[in-house]
């Protein structure tokens, strides 16, 4: 799930589609931290980034988001699973 604080990762860079591009944009693999999270009226949602400030577009009055289609949440793994696996082969 995809909240507010949550590392993404990137999983597309193509803004092609966009109609204004913003200045700074995601790029692949890069990993960000969801700061706000937009609901439009035709249903689509948005993402902005601690990472990545642009500024305000005059049109929309606002920082252009990004298509959350475009990040997946990050699979944090800890090492405990890791040192489980080592510490059987030993026993």
């Known amino acids: 799930m995809i909240d507010i604080g949550v590392q993404v990762v ?9 109609v204004t591009v913003p200045t700074v944009k995601p790029r692949k693999d890069q990993v960000l931290t969801v700061r706000e999270i937009n ?4 249903g689509g949602i ?26 997946k949440p990050v699979k944090k793994t800890s090492i405990e699973c890791f ?3 080592l510490n059987k082969v030993d026993a």
């Open 10 to 18: 990137c999983l597309a860079d193509d803004w092609t589609l966009l």
């Open 83 to 85: 040192t489980d696996m």
């Open 39 to 42: 609901k439009f009226d035709d």
């Open 46 to 71: 948005g993402l902005l980034f601690e990472e990545l400030r642009n500024p305000i577009d005059p049109k929309w009055n606002s920082e252009l988001h990004f298509d959350i289609g475009h990040f």
